[in-house]
């Protein structure tokens, strides 16, 4: 079983940065797929990006592709995910998830994660 917890959201200027992070708890957090989705207000919950156990296996969304890096540091249970380059578009509350689906075809969809964390906004002003 695990808990995540994500944090570094905020309120940000069209091109600023920022880095989320997802804080597990839990033995078999470095067993699991973690992946970021999205979900802005009126809109369903779109995938941001995942990465698999090792980190060597990783998948961005179309939108995020050149401007996101997703990371993992499994002595520290933790997550990354760093965002340069923002727009207001992705303006969203940002959510990690866990699962056991270690394949790189499986990490877009929401139901192959069996933990959420609470999420983290993410506000991006013009």
């Known amino acids: 079983q695990a808990q995540l917890v994500e944090s570094g959201g905020g309120l940000v200027q069209a091109g600023d940065s920022l880095r989320l992070s997802c804080a597990a708890s839990?033995?078999?957090?470095?067993?699991?797929?973690i992946g970021w989705f999205r979900q802005a207000p009126g809109k369903e919950r779109d995938f941001v990006a995942g990465?698999?156990?090792?980190?060597?296996?990783?998948r961005y969304a179309d939108s995020v592709q050149d401007r996101c890096t997703i990371s993992r540091d499994n002595a520290k249970n933790t997550v990354y995910l760093q965002m340069n380059s923002l727009k207001p578009e992705d303006t969203a509350v940002y959510y990690c998830?866990?699962?056991?689906?270690?394949?790189?075809?499986?990490?877009?969809?929401?139901?192959?994660?069996?933990?959420w964390g609470q999420g983290t906004q993410v506000t991006v002003s013009a």
């Open positions: 998830a866990a699962g056991p689906d270690p394949y790189y075809s499986g990490m877009v969809y929401g139901a192959r994660y069996d933990y």
């Open positions: 839990g033995r078999t957090f470095s067993t699991y797929t």
């Open positions: 990465i698999n156990w090792s980190g060597g296996v990783t």
